[in-house]
Antibody, heavy 127, light 105 residues
Framework: QLQLQESGPGLVKPSETLSLNCTVS??????????WGWIRQPPGKGLEWIAS???????SYNPSLKSRVTISVDTSKNQFSLKVKSVTAADTAVYYC???????????????????WGQGTTVAVSS | YDLTQPPSVSVSPGQTATITCSGH??????VSWYQKRPGQSPLLIIY???KRPSGIPERFSGSNSGNTATLTVSGTQAMDEADYFC?????????FGGGTKLTVL
């Protein structure tokens, strides 16, 4: 059974870089051409898609965050990661990693509906 | 691209709840819906406007036309009390609605 597990520090200081990992178990990241992604939910607010990446390293970013965000993949560890630089209180959120329902087949939508999610990790930005 | 949802919807047990998601020409896009309970991860309940993933009860249904997508919960149960989010793609970015809190009174 496919499982995703987020990991990372629960507290980050303003202006520093937030780093998160998502470890995949029960399947291989490169079993098919999925765009594995990061989504966050700030307290009391809605969901926000951050970025997604394929096992080959092809990435797609939310334009509103693209200047501060880097997504990467390490197939040897069956893991993908997220870095958010220059964080502020507005980056305080529960961060989820997720896998889409369908792999990308070469054209159109890269991500789409996501049916497998990690449990989420809470990140607070505070001094 | 903005997806607008009502902040809250209330329903009596056994009745039908309707949650809307509005966006420009949303009917031309595929819409997904998620259920999110406090402290839990989002659960995909509808994709491609009306399709249900395996294991999702038939009381959850969806439609999409014009500028509005609709999630309908028939025979609402207490366990359906949760936040519901719609999702769509504008050709580059995945967007979510602000969420609707469904209260079962």
């Amino acid at each position: 059974q496919l499982q995703l597990q987020e990991s990372g520090p629960g507290l980050v200081k303003p202006s520093e870089t937030l780093s998160l990992n998502c470890t995949v178990s029960g399947d291989s990241l490169n079993s098919d051409n999925y765009y594995w992604g990061w989504i966050r939910q700030p307290p009391g607010k809605g969901l926000e898609w951050i970025a997604s990446i394929s096992y080959s390293g092809s990435a797609s970013y939310n334009p509103s965050l693209k200047s501060r965000v880097t997504i990467s993949v390490d197939t040897s560890k069956n893991q993908f990661s997220l870095k958010v630089k220059s964080v502020t209180a507005a980056d305080t959120a529960v961060y989820y990693c997720a896998r889409p329902l369908s792999p990308f087949r070469g054209s159109g939508r890269l991500v789409g509906p996501m049916d497998v999610w990690g449990q989420g990790t809470t990140v607070a930005v505070s001094s | 691209y903005d997806l607008t949802q009502p902040p809250s919807v209330s329903v009596s047990p056994g009745q039908t709840a309707t949650i809307t998601c509005s966006g420009h020409k949303l009917g031309d896009k595929f819409v997904s819906w998620y259920q999110k309970r406090p402290g839990q991860s989002p659960l995909l309940i509808i994709y491609e406007d009306f399709k249900r993933p395996s294991g999702i009860p038939e009381r959850f249904s969806g439609s999409n036309s014009g500028n509005t997508a609709t999630l309908t919960v028939s025979g609402t149960q207490a366990m359906d009390e949760a936040d519901y989010f719609c999702q769509a793609w504008d050709g580059y970015t995945e967007f979510f609605g602000g969420g609707t809190k469904l209260t079962v009174l």
